[in-house]
């Protein structure tokens, strides 16, 4: 056995798939210096049982890039390393057995079509072709992906490890990690049971293990395993050769063909969480005991589906552990608690398909020190400390590992392990009909159902559809509350980060975009840039006093956003930033009668010549006191009421006093949604990104160039601000309104200019006051230097679910163009 070194740059916890890709591409980046570890063998935790299904489209861009990616570096390996991967493109179809499901897989093949991924629909006629014997007289349709296919997971591994072994990097069986060492916030290097090493690296690639090494880190990886089954029939005679990947997610099941047998696997509703009280010390290639009662409800839909199966043997029952995250998607990037210390897991059995993607980007962000594109989806620092709690997780992942086949509707809302995260309103709310859905653990009111519903028997529940769900009509009915009178919405869960010190301005001024050396009192609506003036978050800076500010941001974000902050304070800084995010409830206050609402319950002037557009003045109201500030995410006058949690009913409880007198609506983040996309305010994560430029994304108006430079220097990513406004745009944000009432728009729907496909839509929502469903979406210049009005002048459409639908394109909002209602 090879020596353990005793330094090294990079060390690599884990033997899987996911850590050799790893381990791989920084080798062929030039880090020669790299250490992986495996406690046993190669593949002998998950990665050797998996199905090795090779498919190209995910929920998203970058997602289905990194898909696309990894297929083609298999299909590569072979050539370089002479190890056969086993790759094969027999194609992939799945059947829908609902108008329902047909819908979803009609969205999917148009976000298909604007990711470049090449699929068709198709009959029940289709499918029997392509897969003789299979029963379709109930199939509605499906799709077909001639790119997808299978592949060998233990040789791509092996590939992998080989390739990796060329560009220098030490591959080292039978040493387990069994410390990791830190100093000063930073990772220094691990110890194994033979002896310690020196690391400027650690990533944890430690699959269903991870959890457990990312604690020793006082890292929070949430993943747990859960029992995952299939069978592999014996040889069946005729069978067909080289069948297509076949999925019936509506009886939850998937089947590959392999040297004329059949494997039939499955992703059950109610999952088996597995090792909740740790895993066996000599788990390697092991197996889980067999639950044929778990598995045969799959078994005998199965033989209807195939009657094939019906007299074909079955050579394995197979059980094997597979890690699954509180939201089906798997966890990558640098621990925001220790710098230097990167996690890859939790791939959610599509680690096969991720890995070469996943390796790629991971090695390039350890190399380069940022993420080299938007990996917002799998980003660790969209967890939370608590989802690693083991009881949230068992109760969690016996949800998630069925969602992956479940019907994916729009707003659709997991049900385990909830309740964790309230609003010190959240009781108040929910007396009030409120319908909660969950974001980072958050208890959010999306919509309320009426008290004539309520008084009638009804509860506040989703009905899921992908036309107009049940809540349709109420959340339109708050929306228009606001636009012509008042409502309240609940923003508690916004993040609130204090930054403090007598540094804090000059170390803000470097991270923002625009400019915060302000009075005290006012607010200032920013972008954090990185170099290549791409945005890293949107936020508010509200500034306090001299040395406080506030910056407020979106729930899912306040972790990423403290991270950079604490990333870029300077060693020699005296400054310091903390979440406070519970300390204070946020209900926010908008409408046009909002003045005429509040002022009764606040001595404080709030006329526009006291109490102007972006200001936050300490006010009193009822018997407490508060900071409201002057903001809107909805495009109308309003105020944020920040109040301390433990007089948050208090002043809940005046507002709805008052509103005995003057009626105030309660509403919810659907509609707040729908009001923000008429005002085509941006959403982070979604319309904007690490990949977007700020003046493509249309926020230039929030860049303050040429402020002076402070003490640790000028702003960050000024001079990609004025290369950009030098050089012109490639492509720019516009805001569509379909021409046509009743198509809905939720994300990733193709944009077509002049008939092609020129992009997709980052975000959607139906506009009530513009009645259509509206749309934010970028569209590339057809020419170097082509102007906002040439584009204009062109033809847009939008494709939902097959059908191309004419729409109206503005690069200003089309709702209150002139923001002429917020200064009302």
Not at 595 to 606: A, N, T, V
């Amino acid at each position: 056995m090879m020596d353990v070194p005793s330094k090294a740059r990079a060390v690599i916890i884990g033997g899987g798939v996911v850590g050799c890709s790893i381990a791989y591409h920084l080798g062929k980046l030039g880090w020669s210096d790299v250490v992986l570890l495996e406690r046993k063998q190669l593949t002998c935790g998950t990665t050797w049982h998996a199905a090795g299904l090779i498919a190209q489209l995910r929920v998203t861009q970058n997602m289905t890039r990194l898909a696309k990616y990894s297929q083609e570096l298999y299909f590569g390996l072979e050539a370089e390393t002479g190890v056969s991967t086993g790759f094969k493109r027999n194609g992939s179809m799945t059947v829908a057995l609902s108008d329902e499901r047909m819908e979803e897989l009609r969205r999917s093949a148009a976000m298909a079509r604007a990711f470049g991924v090449e699929i068709d629909e198709i009959t029940p006629l289709d499918i029997a072709d392509r897969y003789p014997g299979l029963k379709v007289d109930d199939a509605v349709g499906g799709v077909w992906l001639p790119k997808d296919g299978q592949a060998d997971p233990v040789n791509i591994t092996q590939a992998l490890a080989k390739g990796a072994r060329g560009y220098g990097v030490k591959i080292i069986q039978g040493v387990k990690v069994t410390e990791i060492h830190r100093a000063d916030g930073r990772v220094t290097g691990v110890m194994t049971d033979q002896g310690p090493v020196e690391a400027d690296y650690v990533v944890n690639a430690g699959g269903m293990w991870a959890r457990e090494i990312g604690a020793q880190a006082g890292v929070a990886v949430p993943l747990h395993a859960c029992e995952h089954f299939y069978i592999v029939t014996e040889g069946i005679d005729g069978l067909t050769s080289n069948l297509p990947v076949l999925r019936v997610p509506d009886e939850c099941a998937y089947y590959k063909e392999d040297a004329g047998k059949i494997l039939l696997g499955a992703f059950e509703p109610n999952s088996k969480p597995w090792g909740m009280d740790g895993i066996p010390e000599d788990f390697e290639f092991d197996s889980l005991p067999e639950d044929f009662d778990h598995f045969e409800p799959i078994l005998e839909r199965a033989v209807e589906r195939l009657p094939v199966l019906a007299t074909a043997g079955i050579q394995t029952f197979f059980n094997g552990p597979e890690s699954f995250t509180p939201d089906d998607r798997y966890i990558l990037g640098e621990a925001p608690e220790l710098k230097n210390f990167f996690v890859a897991a939790g791939f959610n059995s599509v680690g096969i398909q991720s890995a070469g993607g996943a390796g790629m980007v991971l090695a390039e962000w350890m190399d380069t020190g940022n993420a080299p594109m938007d990996l917002w989806d799998v980003d660790i620092r969209r967890m939370q400390p608590f989802q690693a709690n083991r009881t949230y997780l068992r109760t969690r992942v016996s949800e998630t590992l069925g969602l992956l086949y479940a019907d994916h509707f729009p707003y659709r809302q997991v049900e385990t392990a909830r309740d964790v995260r309230q609003s010190p309103i959240h009781d108040r709310l929910k007396e009030g009909g409120a319908c909660f859905g969950e974001v980072s653990g958050w208890e959010r009111a999306n919509w309320f159902l009426p008290p004539a519903e309520r008084a009638a028997g009804r509860e506040a529940a989703y009905e899921y559809s992908w036309k107009r769900q049940n809540w349709f009509d109420y959340s339109a009915d708050e929306h228009r509350a606001v636009r012509s009178h008042v409502g309240m919405f609940d923003l508690s869960s916004f993040g609130k980060i204090r930054v403090v010190g007598r540094d804090a301005e000059a170390v803000l001024q470097r991270l923002c975009g625009n400019d915060v050396a302000v009075p005290d009192g006012k607010i200032v609506y920013t972008q954090f840039l990185n170099e290549d003036g791409h945005i890293e978050a949107d936020v508010t800076v509200t500034r306090l006093s001299p040395d406080e500010f506030l910056v407020v941001t979106p729930a899912a974000t306040v972790r990423r956003d403290l991270h950079w902050i604490n990333g870029h304070i300077p060693d020699d800084a005296h400054c310091f930033a903390m979440d406070v995010t519970v300390s204070e409830s946020v209900m926010a206050v908008m409408g046009p009668e909002s003045r005429d609402f509040l002022q009764p319950l606040i001595p404080q002037s709030l006329a526009n010549e006291d109490f102007p557009f972006g200001t936050a003045r300490q006010i009193e109201i009822g018997h407490g006191i508060a900071r409201a500030h002057r903001v809107t995410y909805v495009g109308e006058l309003g105020w944020e009421l920040y109040v301390s949690s433990d007089m948050a009913h208090h002043v809940f409880d005046t507002l709805m006093r008052r509103s005995g007198d003057h009626a105030l609506r309660l509403c919810g983040l659907h509609a707040l949604d729908s009001c923000r996309i008429e005002k085509a305010f941006r959403h982070f994560g979604h319309d904007i990104s690490n990949e977007d430029h700020v003046l493509e994304a249309g926020l230039g108006f929030a860049v303050k160039e040429g402020k002076p430079d402070t003490r640790f220097g000028g702003m960050i990513g000024a001079d990609a601000v004025k290369a950009k406004r030098n050089d012109g745009l490639s492509q720019r944000l516009m805001q569509f309104r379909l021409s046509e009432p009743a198509p809905l728009l939720y994300h990733n729907e193709p944009i077509l200019r002049d008939g092609e496909i020129v992009g997709h839509l980052t975000s959607g929502n139906y506009g009530h006051h513009l009645g259509a469903a509206i749309g934010l979406g970028y569209v590339k210049c057809a020419t170097d230097g082509e102007s906002a009005d040439e584009q204009l002048r062109s033809e847009y459409s939008i494709d939902v679910a097959g059908s191309i639908v004419p729409a109206e394109v503005s690069f200003c909002p089309m709702y209150d163009p002139k923001a002429a209602r917020v200064r009302l």
